[in-house]
């Protein structure tokens, strides 16, 4: 009987926890693999306007795209305001490296945290423009044509 009484709580449960837990998260929209491989230099290097572009045509080309919240949390995001496409979907291309405050469902499996973002409660634009640190593109990927 008490195996049944369990069985019937983790049923119970499990639609509300299919739904999220709605969060609301201020952070940085950013292009994942740039992030996580290093290619383009550390984390700082691929953040803010010096990493734009890049993060616009990475989207564009399907890399999945996620938020970095102003504790260094990454959230991978599945969907904006209904916008599934979670890579190359318009609102994604127009938020790309975007300070934002969003609205949503947080899910956590296996150590990753996914995003719905249900609303861009506010765009605060491109706030980390760190050009001048970095420039344009990291200086080791520039060719060397000495050789």
Same mark, same amino acid.
């Given at each position: 009987?008490?195996?049944?009484?369990?069985?019937?709580?983790?049923?119970?449960?499990?639609?509300?926890?299919?739904?999220?837990?709605?969060?609301?998260?201020?952070?940085?929209?950013?292009?994942? /693999? &740039?992030?996580?491989? %290093?290619?383009?230099? #550390?984390?700082?290097?691929?953040? +803010? !306007?010096?990493?734009?572009?890049?993060? =616009? /045509? &990475?989207?564009?080309? %399907?890399?999945?795209? #996620?938020?970095?919240?102003?504790? +260094? !949390?990454?959230?991978?995001?599945?969907? =904006?305001?209904?916008?599934?496409?979670?890579?190359?979907?318009?609102?994604?291309?127009?938020?790309?490296?975007?300070?934002?405050?969003?609205?949503?469902?947080?899910?956590?499996?296996?150590?990753?945290?996914?995003?719905?973002?249900?609303?861009?409660?506010?765009?605060?634009?491109?706030?980390?423009?760190?050009?001048?640190?970095?420039?344009?593109?990291?200086?080791?990927?520039?060719?060397?044509?000495?050789?």
């Amino acid at each position: 009987m008490k195996h049944i009484f369990t069985a019937a709580l983790i049923c119970a449960a499990g639609p509300a926890l299919a739904n999220g837990e709605e969060v609301t998260i201020r952070g940085e929209v950013i292009d994942t /693999w &740039c992030y996580f491989s %290093g290619v383009m230099g #550390g984390p700082d290097a691929v953040q +803010g !306007t010096a990493h734009h572009t890049c993060a =616009i /045509w &990475c989207s564009a080309g %399907g890399i999945p795209v #996620g938020l970095l919240g102003e504790d +260094g !949390t990454v959230y991978m995001i599945l969907s =904006i305001n209904g916008d599934d496409q979670n890579a190359s979907g318009q609102t994604q291309l127009e938020l790309a490296s975007h300070d934002i405050t969003a609205s949503g469902r947080l899910f956590a499996r296996d150590g990753l945290n996914y995003l719905v973002i249900d609303e861009v409660v506010e765009d605060h634009g491109i706030t980390n423009t760190n050009h001048t640190d970095f420039g344009v593109v990291p200086g080791f990927a520039i060719p060397n044509p000495e050789g």
